[in-house]
């Protein structure tokens, strides 16, 4: 036995875990969900609809799953279902009416998995017609009636309209399909009442047709309100008045009366049955007296207007002079046009001026002299007859402030032939105000100022300089003598002349090392800005703004490389680029370097001039071959040993021998003596002294010592003698 039920225990404990193991297991997909609406989207009323939810799963497993439908519109959830099986999900609507038209979805949920389907609109038309109730068609005035509006099988959020005829009395909001109003008539006979509704389906609005009309009949009751007034005609200002509101035909009823007796929007009095009221009567606009009943809902009234006839009309207040200036007298005059000659004297008629602080004077009943102040003042007129007092509209005299003298003056400056601005300017005075500009006494033109920051100015233009202090203006503002300024003075600017460039030193005695000055002179009115340039050259070489109609410019140490071509040019105040002419400037050599080119150019010419001198006389002697120079009657051999004795022994004695290059002549060579040779001897004495010493019929000779590489070169002497040439 007891092994029974351990087998048995066994096999329970087997087949539990063994279906825990399959559950745990069981495997699924939501794999897709959607919703449709049948038999379409859009229906129109009483159409029976169908959601049909459909969900697409995938299980492993012949076991049922257990799912969880939920259908939501706009959002918020209306049905849900929990089932077993895979059949579709179907929401029935019958009979479907406007507000069942939203947004529908459906989401299934299976095991803590869920998916919701896409969004579809449902859109329902058609309105049932409204019912309108009316519980009594016959009322009395002041009777409440009572109006149900039905929307027949609607459902959802309503508003309900009551009308009479097209305008609207009454408006209700419900979340039922019926609405009730009390209404109130106004007036007596005939009133179609009808209504209409409409149904709120968010964010959206469907409105119904309008109901059949209901007519209902309201009697007048026999009760109303009597307004009197005493005296009924002929009423003047000053009267008394009485007035009295009373109710007439009272139907004794349980409900209060109130009177209201009111003149315009004023309230005179109020009371239960009887009101009374008096008062003074006033020509004003005509307005109404209003005698208001209100018993219940019954509302009565009884109206009339008053014409009170005028004493006298309101005054008026006049200024003469319409214009005044501070401290001047001008006249007001007070009057009214109309006054009541029945029932009023002139003399009864007086006027005052208020405030009566102001100094006047008054000769002429409502005629005053005053005299202007020196700021805004307003003033009032008063007239007064039989206790009526009346009060003119108030006049506000501005004086105006007399124009000061002008001053005129330029704007900006004033260039020969150019236009320019001239300002004339008071400092003081009332607008407007008009300038004159004046040439001499000669009027040119007239402007008028007219806002506070406007300012008169006038174009002129000038063609000399002294034409400027001929300008003047005058200033007016309705005085009868116009104050004039005085007369222009401003600067006038002379545009400048072409400028002349001049070089110092003068062209062309321009050398290096020189200080060169360009100076650029111009005619016109400083300060001038003078700039020099050279050609090639873009930014200028020097700028200077001077007080002067000429300066320089000043280049140091010439070389060279400062040749070119120079301009400068000027500008004033005027405006206008003046240049010059262009000034080529080309510099020399240096004094110093011409010389030393000099010398040496002298120097090889005469070293050219001796080379040609040298070599010309040794091609003479060469030809000739004739002149030998000899010392004594010794042979050649021995005349150098005692040409260097002779030396040696008598130092102050030099011998010169001279060949002079002319053609032998032989009719005048002397006769040969011999060996006999004519010397002419040169002696000096030993301190420098030289002695003279007489030759009978000497000849010159000049020697050719050994510095002459010439002599050396002479053919031998022939019979040892040379004939000389003739002098």
């Known amino acids: 036995m007891g092994l029974l039920l351990l087998l048995t225990s066994m096999l329970l404990s087997s087949y539990f875990h063994s279906g825990r193991v399959v559950t745990a297991q069981r495997l699924f997909k939501i794999r897709d969900i959607t919703l449709s609406i049948e038999p379409a989207p859009d229906v129109t009323r009483d159409t029976n609809v169908t ?87 016959v009322v009395s005035e002041g009777e409440e009636v009572t109006a149900t509006c039905t929307a027949p099988g609607e459902t959802g959020s309503f508003f309900f309209y009551f009308y009479e005829d097209t305008k609207e009395i009454q408006e209700k909001q419900v979340n039922s399909n019926q609405a009730e109003a009390r209404l109130h008539f106004s007036s007596t006979g005939y009133h179609k009442i009808h209504c209409g509704y409409t149904v709120l389906v968010t964010p959206e609005s469907f409105k119904s047709k309008e109901s059949l009309s209901v007519t209902v009949s309201v009697k007048e009751l026999p009760i109303v309100a009597v307004l009197e007034i005493f005296p009924e005609s002929k009423i003047y200002e000053g009267d008394k008045l009485d007035i009295f509101c009373s109710v007439k035909n009272n139907p004794r009823s349980t409900e209060s009366i109130n009177l209201y007796l009111s003149q315009g929007s004023q309230l005179l009095s109020s009371g239960y049955s009887t009101v009374n009221h008096s008062m003074v009567a006033l020509a004003k606009d005509p307005e109404e007296f209003e005698c208001r009943l ?21 005054p008026t207040l006049t200024m003469y002079p319409a214009e005044v200036f501070q401290r001047e007298y001008m006249t007001l005059n007070c009057r009214s046009e109309t006054s009541a000659s029945e029932r009023l004297d002139r003399d009864e008629l007086t006027y005052t001026l208020d405030p009566t602080e102001s100094p006047l004077i008054s000769k002429v009943n409502g005629v005053f002299s005053v005299k202007a102040l020196l700021y805004d003042f307003n003033y009032t007129c008063v007239a007064k007859a039989k206790e009526i007092v009346k009060r003119s509209e108030t006049l506000t005299v501005r004086p105006k402030v007399a124009v000061s003298t002008p001053k005129i003056s330029v704007v900006g400056r004033v260039v020969i032939g150019q236009s320019f601005k001239i300002l004339c300017q008071s400092d003081i005075g009332s607008l407007p105000i008009n300038y004159t500009l004046l040439w001499g006494y000669d009027q040119l033109n007239i402007t008028t100022v007219k806002e506070p920051f406007q300012q008169a100015l006038f174009t002129v233009t000038v063609r000399k300089s002294d034409e400027i202090s001929k300008y003047m203006c005058e200033a007016r503002n309705g005085q009868k003598e116009a104050p004039l300024s005085k007369r222009l003075n401003a600067t006038v600017i002379v545009p400048l ?29 400083p300060p001038v800005t003078f700039k020099w340039y050279r050609v090639g050259n873009e930014h200028p070489l020097y700028t200077i703004t001077t007080h002067m109609n000429n300066t320089n410019y000043r280049v140091s140490a010439l070389s060279k490389e400062h040749s070119g071509m120079y301009y400068c040019e000027a500008i004033n105040h005027a405006n206008i680029l003046v240049r010059s002419d262009l000034v080529t400037i080309e510099v020399r050599l240096a004094l110093w370097k011409k010389v030393l080119i000099g010398g040496f150019c002298l120097l090889a010419l005469s070293v050219l001039v001796v ?54 002549d032989p009719a005048r060579v002397p006769p040969k003596k011999g060996t006999d040779t004519v010397y002419s001897e040169l002696q000096n004495s030993p301190h420098g002294a030289t002695d003279h010493h007489d030759y009978q019929g000497s000849v010159e000779y000049a020697e050719l010592n050994s510095e002459q590489p010439g002599i050396n070169h002479f053919p031998p002497e022939i019979n040892h003698h040379q004939e000389l040439p003739v002098d």
């Not at 459906?106 to 998995?113: A, F, V």
């Not at 002349?497 to 200080?515: A, W």
Request: aromatic content about 6%; proline content about 5%.
């Open 294 to 314: 209100e018993m219940g809902n019954v509302r009565k009234f009884d109206t009339k207007a008053v014409s009170v006839t005028e004493l006298f009309s309101v």
């Open 611 to 664: 080379v040609v001198v040298l070599c010309f006389k040794s091609k003479r002697v060469r030809v000739e071959g004739a002149a030998v120079s000899v010392w004594s009657e010794r042979r050649p051999a021995e005349a150098n040993d005692e040409e260097s004795s002779m030396v040696s022994n008598e130092p102050d004695v030099e011998y010169t021998e001279v060949v002079h290059p002319r053609p032998l």
């Open 497 to 525: 002349t072409n400028p002349i460039l001049t070089v110092l030193p003068h062209l062309p005695e321009i050398s290096e090392g020189d200080h060169l000055y360009l100076i650029c002179g111009v005619n016109g009115t």
């Open 51 to 137: 959601l049909r939810c459909q969900a697409f799963v995938s299980s492993s497993g012949q076991e049922a799953l257990s799912r969880e439908y939920r259908i939501y519109k706009d959002g918020n959830t209306i049905y849900s279902k929990n089932t077993s099986t895979s059949e579709d999900l179907l929401y029935p609507l019958s009979e479907a009416r406007v507000s069942n038209s939203g947004k529908y979805k459906c989401k299934i949920s299976i095991e803590q998995k869920d998916m919701t389907s896409g969004a579809k609109k449902l859109t329902v038309a058609g309105l049932s017609k409204p019912l309108l109730h009316i519980n009594k068609d």
